[in-house]
């Protein structure tokens, strides 16, 4: 070979193109049904691979620079946070109930999608799809990591932390997330990428993180800011994946339609239920918070959410079928959620209280059509109940949901006076339901949903026996300690003294 | 860890997470501990994968080996993402480095035309042989047991992503266009190629997560980083001029003596779990190491000439008595 002259530059994309995708070849020893063996079962149909459009063009040298400087950043800020008892910044100690149930249920989801990820990075035959997988599959991990490593500070101070490997697997709340992402890694490859990548990272992720983060800023909890700030770029990339992955399935073949448009049912459904959890957070848990639920699902449900499915019906994509009933819920979820944490305050590994008369106000400002006339009036009666040293606790077990395994609190779409109850019969068994949505799912996949592991009914078996105190061992949860009210909680004590020695001569 | 605030105390209530102090006793736990050890869900998993209803969603099953506990497999590198990244990340500045300067100082052209044709020969359908370990390392991470075993393979994934894209960047850069289709060409069609190619679409279809990670690590990787970045790289090319080819493919001779450390602690802990374990992992190596030496022998030839064969024996040695210090005998 010949010295030649040097060729001419090579563009950005036709680079790309030889740094990723030329690296795959057309097997021949083998057949591609046996190398992919998971792509038909679906049903959707990829004719040509190729026509993927690579979403972010990132070579392993870039990523590895660019992340290797946020981590750097990352972990400047959360040491100094510990060595400065960062902790003691945080506007009061109830904020500390909206981490525990962050590392307790949505730290794992990470974990599931780092997993999943790598499932779907080997199992799709492009390599442009395998590749974005392969590194969204690396940042989950990521993910997974900085929210451990930035929590790990408040477990050596406060409650609740200690056992979020323990609870995942077997508190009642915590399989609501636990059943989301199991739900997906259970599903094919095609709408694994449709729940995670399309619905939770693009059309939920904002209604997760923005306010989440925010509510940390506001709350003075710079380790929490930190992991979601430096996570922000990432979820970008994986932002776009989703988008990517949808619109390559519905320009494939026209009979991936009406698939993609069942899943896109399904799985803002099974989302939506998981962000109930937020609603709590950002209406109850934040001691100052930063914008309602309402207003959050304003701003990023309706006007975000609304310009995607207009973009989207361009495919013949209509915005999700329970999309109006979410719309109905908004006023009601938080209030509803809080009130079932609170009765079953003595099952949570985190704390909740009464909200004060401010509180209170703030929320019927905020809810005008609904708190006053439902929510005020439980919440007085079960201040009274406290004052005459009768405390409301409810010991009975909730029905939970088969599908999304939330207590059945909600009410009727449309008459929040009477509670929500859906049931079916399958085999000669009776399954019962929050929602229409809820049910529809189920039976769609009764075989499914069926196998769902119910936390409720475990508490009635081996090792338990029914025995409350055994289920709290079981669980790993500490009673009298993780518990309960956040009034009179060592949470509360320490908080308070270990504050009041930081900003005051006492 | 005790901080004193005004003079005054404020004491932690614990060291660090419970299934940590189970694990490793009441005492801080390391960042790696942190980010690996039982992050994983263990119970109460909810579903069956409608892909494959015979598995479980994380499922111990799938490969033959057997641990009473996956989190013995430790990394004896404590990767985690930060430390992992930060790594790569210097590597990968030492590589921008040497390639400015390779293209700086003009070196491609002072490589003799006809060792740069055979250096580029080898390395270049490499680039494919690097994608095929994406591919598998990815799906030992997807299908492997516990974050400990699995972590590093999504690591050791995407390196060898970056191992492929160096290598294509060194056929542009010594070569060109040209080199990398002629380089495609030899893989799916020169009969020098064929038989590791067989073997790279054989582990395709492997699905065993160990087994894969034996095949790929041990039994490949373990004779071709030696005979392709040593015995042709530093040696046979150096000796003939080519020393830049070795500053071009430096990030691959270190990456393969670091990933090695993790490769045989994971095939010793392994392999002194259980007697079956070992003559499952003696098996798998002693079968996979046989074709693998197979296919690398035509490769051996196009980089050595006649040296090929006495190299590829020494080489076998050099495995095997890599392997016997972690309780392997061939």
Sequence with gaps: MDMKAPEKKLGIKEKYRLLTRDLAWQPTYRSEKEIYPYLDYEGIKIHDWDKWEDPFRLTMDAYWKYQGEKERKF????????QNNGHLNITDGRYLSALKIFLQAISPGEYAAHKGFARVGREFAGAGTQVACQMQALDEMRHAQTQIHALSNYNKYYSGFHAFAETRDRIWYTSVARSFFDDSMASGPFEFLIAIGFSFEYVLTNLLFVPFMSGAAYNGDMATVTFGFSAQSD????????????????EQDPDNLPIVQKWIDKWFWRGFRVLGLVSTMMD?????????????????????????????AFYGIRPPKGWED??????????????????????????????????????SQKYPTTFDKYYRPRWDYIKRA???????????????????????????????????????THKGEI??????????????????YVQAWLPMPQLFQDPVNGDLAAWMDWAHLTDGLDNGEYQGSSDQRNFDRWRGLATSNT | MQIDLRTVTIEPQRVAFDHLIRRFGNKPASRYQEGTYDIQAAENLHYRPTWAPDQELYDKGITRIVMRDWYDLKDPRQFFYNTYTLTRARQQDAVEANYKFIEGKGLAGMIAPDLREKALSVLVPLRHVAWGANQNHTFVCGYGYGAAFTQPSIYQALDNLG????????GLMLGGLDTLTQGKEAWIGDPAWQDLRRYVEDCLVTRDPFELFIAQNVALDGLLYPLVYGDMVDGAWAS?????????????????????????????TAAAESAANKDVLTGWIASWGERAARALLPVARLGLGDQAEAVMDERRADLAARLAKTGIKL
């Design chain 1, 75 to 82: 972990y400047a800020i959360i040491d100094a946070h510990a």
């Design chain 1, 235 to 250: 979820e970008a990339r994986h932002m776009t994946l989703g988008l990517e992955c949808i619109k390559f399935m519905l």
């Design chain 1, 284 to 312: 109850y848990m934040l001691p100052k918070r930063v914008m309602s639920w309402r207003e959050a699902w304003e701003i990023y449900g309706v006007e975000n959410g609304g310009a995607l499915f207009k973009d989207l």
């Design chain 1, 326 to 363: 979410a719309g109905k819920a908004i006023d009601h979820m938080s209030h509803q959620f809080m009130l079932g944490f609170y009765q079953w305050r003595f099952g949570t590994a985190f704390h909740s209280w009464i909200p004060s008369d401010q509180d209170m106000d703030w929320l």
């Design chain 1, 386 to 424: 406290e004052a005459e040293g009768k405390p409301f606790k409810n010991f009975g077990l909730a029905k939970l949901c088969q599908c999304c395994q939330l207590p059945c609190v909600f009410t009727e779409p449309d008459d929040a006076s009477v509670l929500c109850h859906r049931q079916t």
């Design chain 1, 431 to 448: 399954y019962h339901f929050c929602s229409d949505g809820c049910q529809e799912i189920f039976e769609d996949e009764p075989e499914k």
């Design chain 2, 163 to 170: 191992i492929a894209q160096y290598l294509s960047r060194i």
């Design chain 2, 240 to 268: 003939e001029g080519g020393s830049t080819i070795a500053l071009a493919t430096q990030f691959m001779s270190d990456w393969f003596d670091e990933t090695r450390k993790w490769v045989d602690a994971v095939v010793k």
